[in-house]
């Protein structure tokens, strides 16, 4: 399928891959992403890693970024109504619920409990105009905008202690998720799941790191076929470069925004 002859001018590559730590053990990747394009040019995408703790960590994710995404779809999003900050913040809280709601209704279907399929969520809306992400647990939200800023809508949340996160499931999860908004030009927009992180963010200064996503925005700006693009960035996530660097779940989601 050749993206450019699509109307929509966004152009989005995503996949989640299982780290080399899961595959040794012979374990499923417990990541999960999904993404659809609005009428009116409004991106909406959504990426989650169910908890190694969990036994449905997998299940939970999945579920989670479908609820939250489909909640989405639904909400004849415009770009009008997205000039409102208190919409943006309510349609972002919804789908958050929603999410909820779904991972607690596949639990008891299950007979689980909902503990049982934790998992982080992070929920982005993009529009040219503007940017809006929230978050439950670790991940990275980040957009660059047409000056060239490269910004972090939300930052990893590790909890208290080190390898201590939130998950959707926790109590005062949705009370405390990380929300933030940038109304600029937008270009690019990407989420990624925690087994990016180190590579992804300047860990010193807490800022996205330049060397690794302008290359990727690149990347999605010029890519023509879809399907090719995906494989190019599963090998990407399953090179050297990458699982010499971590052995988790990886999820990366990358959007370009195309004037032509």
Same mark, same amino acid.
């Given at each position: #399928?050749?993206?450019?002859?699509?109307?929509?001018?966004?152009?989005?590559?995503?996949?989640? !891959?299982?780290?080399?730590?899961?595959?040794?053990?012979?374990?499923?990747?417990?990541?999960?992403?999904?993404?659809? /394009?609005?009428?009116?040019? !409004?991106?909406?995408?959504?990426?989650?890693?169910?908890?190694?703790?969990?036994?449905?960590?997998?299940?939970?994710?999945?579920?989670? /970024?479908?609820?939250?995404?489909?909640? &989405?779809?639904?909400?004849?999003?415009?770009?009008?109504?997205?000039? @409102?900050?208190?919409?943006?913040?309510? &349609?972002?809280?919804?789908?958050?619920?929603?999410?909820?709601?779904?991972?607690?209704?596949?639990?008891?279907?299950?007979?689980?409990?909902?503990?049982?399929?934790?998992?982080?969520?992070?929920?982005?809306?993009?529009?040219?105009?503007?940017?809006?992400?929230?978050?439950? =647990?670790? =991940?990275?939200? !980040?957009?660059?905008?047409?000056?060239?800023?490269?910004?972090? &809508?939300?930052?990893?949340?590790?909890?208290?202690?080190?390898?201590?996160?939130?998950?959707?499931?926790?109590?005062?999860?949705? @009370?405390?998720?990380?929300? *933030?908004?940038?109304?600029?030009?937008?270009?690019? /927009?990407?989420?990624? %799941? @925690? =087994?990016?992180? #180190?590579?992804?963010?300047?860990?010193? !200064?807490?800022?996205?790191?330049?060397?690794?996503?302008?290359?990727?925005?690149?990347?999605?700006?010029?890519?023509?076929? *879809? %399907?090719?693009?995906?494989?190019?960035? /599963?090998?990407?996530?399953?090179?050297?470069?990458?699982?010499? *660097?971590?052995?988790?779940? &990886? %999820?990366?989601?990358?959007?370009?925004?195309?004037?032509?």
């Amino acid at each position: #399928m050749n993206t450019s002859k699509q109307i929509s001018h966004w152009r989005v590559v995503a996949a989640s !891959v299982c780290g080399t730590s899961h595959i040794k053990n012979k374990q499923l990747c417990q990541d999960a992403h999904h993404w659809q /394009v609005l009428p009116g040019n !409004v991106l909406v995408a959504a990426a989650a890693d169910g908890a190694g703790s969990a036994s449905q960590g997998k299940v939970g994710a999945m579920v989670a /970024v479908e609820a939250a995404i489909e909640n &989405l779809s639904i909400q004849e999003i415009t770009r009008d109504s997205l000039s @409102d900050d208190a919409i943006v913040q309510s &349609l972002l809280h919804e789908a958050l619920l929603a999410a909820r709601k779904a991972v607690e209704d596949e639990a008891a279907a299950c007979r689980k409990q909902p503990q049982d399929l934790a998992t982080t969520l992070i929920i982005t809306i993009a529009t040219p105009d503007m940017a809006a992400a929230a978050q439950i =647990g670790d =991940g990275l939200a !980040v957009v660059k905008d047409r000056k060239g800023n490269l910004v972090a &809508l939300t930052v990893p949340n590790n909890g208290e202690y080190i390898n201590e996160t939130t998950f959707l499931t926790s109590l005062d999860a949705i @009370d405390t998720a990380q929300m *933030r908004l940038w109304r600029e030009a937008i270009v690019n /927009v990407a989420a990624l %799941t @925690d =087994g990016l992180q #180190m590579l992804a963010l300047n860990m010193v !200064v807490g800022e996205p790191h330049k060397p690794f996503f302008f290359p990727l925005f690149d990347f999605v700006e010029n890519t023509e076929d *879809r %399907t090719v693009a995906k494989e190019q960035l /599963v090998k990407f996530l399953n090179s050297e470069r990458i699982t010499q *660097r971590t052995d988790d779940d &990886l %999820t990366l989601i990358i959007a370009a925004f195309n004037n032509t």
